[in-house]
C-alpha cells in the first residue's frame, strides 16, 4: 500500500508535472543574493532581519511558483512585516518553523539529519512512513492523506507552515483557506540529483538550521563528485534498467531525469540514454523489451509484502524472461518498506550513485548495495 501511494503520487508528479503566482521572477534586488552551485529553481536573496525566496515555475519557463519572505520571529520581525518592505504577491513565512505539518517522508528525514526534527508537529500519510521517530511519536499528527489532507487537523494543531511536494496546474483552496504559509516544495523539479540535493540549504533557512544545512550539502556535493570522478576513470559499465511494469505501461527514467542523470554519472550504460525527456518515459512493455532486452542489470523498487523472487515476476509478466539479465541472474530489488530509499534518495543522492556503480562495475568500490538486493529464485 505504501508503495502504491509512493508511485501514484510520484509518477502523477512527473507526468502531471503544480501552479501557482505567474509573476515573473525580479531580475534585480538589493541584498545579498545566495549563490547556487546546482539548484536552478531558487533564486535566494538575504536582506536584513528577513530572506527573500523565489522558486521558479519549472512547468512555465521564465515564470515564477512561488515568492516569499523568511522573517524571523521576534519584534524585529514583527516591525518588518508591518512594513512589508518585499512588496506585494510575497507569503510571509516566520522562522524559524516551530509547528509545520510536512507532507513528505524525505523531508522528515532530512530535518532529523539537521537537528530540526522538533519543529515537525504533523505529517501525512504516518502509517507508511519508515521513520521510527515519526511513526511511533504520538505526539506528531497524522493530518492525513497527501494527495486529500486533513485540514481540520492542520488548523487544530495550530501548524505555522504546510510543506507540500506541488503538482503542475494543481490548486489549494482549503489549504489556503487556512491563512497558514503553503511551502510549494519544487525541489523534485530539479534536472540533476545534486540540484535537488541542494535545496537543503533553502530548508536550513527555515528551520533555523543554516549552518548545519550548509556544511551537510558541502559534504554530499564532496562525495557525490568523487565517487563520479571514480566511475568516469572505469571502462563503461555493464548497461542497467530500472522500474517494472505496471498496469499495461512501464515507466523508464527519461535520459535527462535524475536517475538518468545517475546512471550517466556511474558511468553506466543505459538503454535509454539519449532521449532527451527530464521525466519518465510512459512506454509499453514491447517498446522496453525491444530496446532493452540485452540489458545486463535490471533493478527496480519493490512493496515489501511482494514475494521477492525471480518466479513472481514471472507471473507478473511472462515477457520479462525475454531479458538478458534476467536469463543470467543479474535481478535485483529494492524492497521501499525495509529500506530509506524514499527518504534518502532525494538529499544523498551519492547513496543511489554509489549502488549504480556498484551494480555497474562490480568490485569497483568496497561494501555492499544500500538498497538492492539480489533475487536468486
Known sequence: MRYLLLFIASMSLLLNGCGGTSAPTPTSEKGDTLRYAHASLLLTIEHPGYTRVDIRDPWHPGQTLARYALVTKGAKGDSLVKQSPWGEGVSVVRVPLRQAVV????HCALFQELGAENCVAGVCDKPF???A?????????????????????????KADALLVSPFQDAHYERLNQTGIPLLLLADYMETSPLGRAEWMRFYGRLTGKTR????????????YQ????????????????????????????????????????????????HDTHAGSLPLSPEQVLEQA??????????????PLSRRWLLEEYAGYASLKAFQQGEVYACPVNSTLFFEEQAFHPEHLLRDFILLSHPGALPGK???FRRLHE
Request: charge should be neutral; hydrophobic fraction near 35%; charged fraction near 25%.
Open 293 to 306: 532486452d540485452s540489458i545486463d542489470v535490471w533493478a527496480f523498487k519493490v512493496n515489501d509484502n511482494d
Open 226 to 273: 568523487g565517487l563520479r570522478a571514480q566511475a568516469r576513470r572505469l571502462p563503461k559499465g555493464r548497461s542497467l534498467l530500472t522500474e517494472r511494469k505496471t498496469g499495461s505501461v512501464w515507466y523508464c527514467p527519461g535520459g535527462q531525469s535524475t536517475i538518468g542523470q545517475l546512471l550517466a554519472d556511474a558511468h553506466a550504460g543505459y538503454p535509454f540514454a
Open 103 to 106: 507532507f513528505t517522508s524525505a
Open 133 to 157: 521517530w515519526i511513526k511511533g511519536n504520538e505526539k506528531i499528527v497524522d493530518c492525513g492523506s497527501s494527495l486529500s489532507p486533513d485540514v481540520e487537523r492542520i488548523v487544530d494543531i
Open 369 to 371: 548495495l544500500r538498497y
Open 129 to 131: 512512513n519508515n521513520l
Open 212 to 223: 548545519e544545512a550548509d556544511s551537510l550539502f558541502h559534504r554530499v556535493d564532496s562525495i
